[in-house]
């Protein structure tokens, strides 16, 4: 692999706003239930200007499943690109790396996988693009069964869960009934519902994802009612028509197929669970499972580790 | 649970020697197999004084499982004691933290645990306790399939020991047909072998296990041979009439026995899988699965993660 093949140099990462950017998760430990902050971080131009304008041509409704826009959206002014190959010293890489996140509201581990990455975004060289998929998808067809099937992990999980909620200071609620909760409720109408606005109004991917998840995992909503899925919205910041359109787009065929070409992206690229996450480097896509890779990921990418609860850059 | 109770004062934990210790893995990124340096680190006197203590009293071949002691084993004089519970102020943990590990050769995540918690016990307020343990009765008890069963999981797994060990500076050498030679290799011999000095002579417990890893992981040496255990125990710095010694013991129902007890232990614990972490604090013992977790682990005990390869304490 020759270094920097196909990359073209990175322009400059647009600057941070001053004063840094608050912390999205001001979780307070020992309020508990129901004071975790909702505050959404400000949109990233950069990023939602690429969502625009793959949304604007019509290319992610196409029936191939889309390659992730290297060349072609970089040639196109898209502002990341892949990073060029490491040089041999540590941190030495160069360019912004694109960060594709892969999930489904009904993980709990995508949760921390998403707060964490959406805390890196503005810390470390990399553009975070969401890519809402479909859990039961990837588990179908691949074969992999739910992790909680095995009673012994399934009594692990409980505890790691929590313990690691709590580290990452997002609000997961998780008691022993949960995972025959979770297998009873679908999120697919959920998915679809992000899916649609990924390809309407992407800006509100980001905090529509978030109220999901607060919803189910914190507040152990029923989030496959039609009432619970348009009061996220609202509160997510769309407006009552926007959400009301946004619910009649979820059975259409555009919309389905979309998460589908989503879920079978991820199945390309080695998924057989979730949090799945996807970074562009050396000219490649490279799959990291979990929400406990990101510190590997930061090391292979020249990034710093800085624990899940990173501060911002001053 | 009330803040302490049951645990003793700590005793000051035993100075680290002057100049700081070496770590132990000097492994070259750049030159790879075979450079890769063997040297042990030296053994810590408070756990080996632990270790052959209980040997000699006989409490570790006792029929019934033992549970690790603690208040037994303090009031016996024991230098480790449980962690009490926090005081609610970050880091503010006192007393030190028993931390066992249970492992087999066979798994290589087991050894990525191991030398990072090495690493870590020079470090953190912790002893370490290395408990050899047999995967395969884990997984039969538990009804756990390893993981590499899934095909895609396999594909992944690949990647990620590759990578891990890489960031970890552990020279796992692992390819496509591992997980065959791996399914079709026997570690009971090895993990008696190992037990067996664990009884005896466990201040070579370190090396020998890691000298096993080196030949299983990173030399593809069948480990199930007779000659290859011996010539693994003579690398570990036992004597010829020891290892020989060792060897003949194997197939006694002591040595079986123990092993068995260990590996139900583990399962008590709660394993499914390893490497299995089991760190005693607040009173009870707490499972951490996989060599993930160890940063968590830090958290809370009032450690802090300073990567898989920290510098020792000046």
Redesign the interface.
Known sequence: MEKGTGSLPAPPKPPLRTPPLPLKLRFKREEAKGTWSRDRAPTEPSLRAYELKTAADGSRSASTVPRPPRGGAAAAGAPWVAAPERDGTEGAVMGRTLVELFYDVVSPYSWLGFEVLCRYQHIWNIDLRFRPAFLGGIMQA???KPPAM????A??LL??IK??AK?YQVPVHISGDDFKRVLGTGTLGAMRFITAIDMTQPQYVESLSREFWLRFWSQREDISQTANILAAARQAGLSSELAQKTLEMISSPAVKNRLKETTEEA?KY???GMPAVVAHFNGEP????GS??L??LG??IGEK?L?PVPSPKM
Do not use: C, Q, V
């Open positions: 691949t074969g992999n095995l009673p012994k992990r009594e692990y505890k790691d313990r690691m580290y199945i080695g998924a057989f490279h799959l990291f499972f406990d890779r510190e590997l090391s292979i580790w624990g």
